[in-house]
């Protein structure tokens, strides 16, 4: 078998991932909710909110345009923030 030409990482561990991390928390943030006040609006635990601004958690983009809704965020604009 052929070694690997490079490594992949995770992208959860990634700067990319991280960065989305924070404009969710700063979306979050300027929509003046707490972790708990937006996870009571998405009908989920306290911690669904704590992992995926965490990063310990990845969310779908199904989930993310919910998560959008909440916050009053456009998701076209947060993504595009990221670029």
């Known amino acids: 078998m052929a070694p690997r030409a490079r490594k992949l990482t995770k992208s959860v561990h ?5 960065a989305f991390c924070e404009a969710m928390i700063a979306a979050r943030k300027k929509a003046g909710l707490t972790q708990y006040q ?4 998405l009908k989920r635990p306290q911690s669904f909110v704590a992992k995926y601004e965490g990063g310990e958690r990845r969310v779908d983009v199904v989930e993310f345009i919910e998560i959008c809704r909440m916050l009053d ?3 076209t604009k947060l ?3 990221l670029i």
């Open 14 to 18: 990634s700067d990319a991932q991280r």
């Open 79 to 81: 993504v595009r923030s």
């Open 38 to 41: 937006l996870a009571e609006k």
């Open 73 to 75: 965020t456009d998701p």
